[in-house]
């Protein structure tokens, strides 16, 4: 009974991640999308990261935050 347990619970885990990739893979792209076509718009050469660790170092007066942009073209509505 425990092992039947076990089983049902890896594969329920299992099961759950598979779906959650599967329902979430669309919002990720329409963002990658957004975060493309802001780029484009704005005559950008590097969109970097910095949530991930990619950014080690960026003068604030040679920086541009893009976050305002995508989620205007998304619309998401700030506070």
Wanted: charged share 25%.
């Amino acid at each position: 009974m425990q092992k039947r347990i076990q089983t049902f619970t890896a594969e329920s885990q299992s099961d759950y991640q598979k779906r959650q990739q599967e329902l979430f893979q669309p919002v990720l792209q329409k963002a990658q999308k957004a975060i493309q076509e802001v780029g484009k718009e704005n005559g950008l050469l590097y969109i970097l990261d910095s949530a991930q660790g990619l950014l080690l170092y960026l003068p604030e007066d040679e920086s541009f935050n893009i976050l305002p942009l995508v989620k205007k073209k998304l619309g998401i509505k700030t506070v």
